[in-house]
C-alpha cells in the first residue's frame, strides 16, 4: 500500500516561514491534498490539487508538489496556525485514500 | 449552510456491531461522493470507506473490510457506517465527509465527528 511520510514536528518563529514536508514513492504523480486540524476540533482543507486554495484560506498557505516530495508552506506564521498537518492522496492503483503521518506545527 | 452532523456512536464490547449515521444538509447530497474517516485517541486520520454519489461503487481499507458496510440513502440525504464484529483498534472519533467532486480526490466538508469506544 500507498505509504506518506511527515516529519513528526516542525517548530516556527511568529512571522517566519513554516514548511511541511510529505514523502511518497512518485508523489509528484500525484495530486496532494493538506488539512489542518487544531486540538478537538475536525480537520480543514487548506490546499487541493498540490497548490489550489479553497475560498477563506490564507494566501499564507501554498503548496507544491514534485518528485518523492510534496511541500505545504505557511508564510508569515501566527499563533493561530498551531495545530496537526496531514497530507493525502488517493492512489489510483488500490481506490484506496492516503492520509499522511501527521506534522504538528508549534509556535514559539 | 454546508453542513455533515454524525450519530450513533456510543461504548460497544468487543465483537457487537454499531451503525453510525451521517445527516447532510446544505448541498446536493446526491451528486457527490462520500467518506467515513477515523482517528484513534491521539493518532492520526485513517481512511475507512468511500461510497460513490449513486451508491455503485464503494472501497474500503483494508483493516475493516469484510466487517463495515457503508451506504447511504440519498432520498434522506443520510450517510451510514455499519459496523460489525467491532475489535479494542477500532476505538476512534469517527468522522463523515464530503468529497470534493470534479476528479478532486479530496475532503473539503467534515462533520465534527462522532466517539465509538470498543471496551468490555
Known amino acids: 500500500s500507498y505509504v506518506l511520510t511527515q516529519p513528526p514536528s516542525v517548530s516556527v518563529a511568529p512571522g517566519q516561514t513554516a514548511r511541511i514536508t510529505c514523502g511518497g514513492n512518485?508523489?509528484?504523480?500525484?495530486?496532494v491534498h493538506w488539512y489542518q486540524q487544531k486540538p478537538g476540533q475536525a480537520p480543514v482543507l487548506v490546499v487541493y490539487?498540490?497548490?489550489d486554495r479553497p475560498s477563506g484560506i490564507p494566501e499564507r498557505f501554498s503548496g507544491s508538489n514534485s518528485g518523492n516530495t510534496a511541500t505545504l508552506t505557511i508564510s508569515r506564521v501566527e499563533a493561530g496556525d498551531e495545530a496537526d498537518y496531514y497530507c493525502?492522496?488517493?492512489?489510483?492503483?488500490?481506490?484506496?485514500?492516503?492520509f499522511g503521518t501527521g506534522t504538528k506545527v508549534t509556535v514559539l | 449552510q454546508v453542513q455533515l452532523v454524525e450519530s450513533g456512536g456510543g461504548v460497544v464490547q468487543p465483537g457487537g456491531s454499531l451503525r453510525l449515521s451521517c445527516a447532510a444538509s446544505g448541498f446536493t447530497f446526491s451528486s457527490y461522493g462520500m467518506h467515513w474517516v477515523r482517528q484513534a485517541p491521539g493518532k492520526g486520520l485513517e481512511w475507512v470507506a468511500f461510497?460513490?454519489?449513486?451508491?455503485?461503487?464503494?472501497y474500503y481499507a483494508d483493516s475493516v473490510k469484510g466487517r463495515f458496510t457503508i451506504s447511504r440513502d440519498n432520498s434522506k440525504n443520510t450517510l451510514y457506517l455499519q459496523m460489525n464484529s467491532l475489535r479494542a483498534e477500532d476505538t476512534a472519533v469517527y468522522y463523515c465527509a464530503k468529497e470534493s467532486g470534479d476528479y478532486v480526490h479530496a475532503f473539503d466538508i467534515w462533520g465534527q465527528g462522532t466517539m465509538v469506544t470498543v471496551s468490555s
Open positions: 490539487d498540490d497548490s
Open positions: 512518485n508523489i509528484g504523480s500525484k495530486s
Open positions: 493525502q492522496v488517493w492512489d489510483s492503483s488500490s481506490d484506496h485514500y492516503v
Open positions: 461510497i460513490r454519489y449513486d451508491g455503485s461503487n464503494k
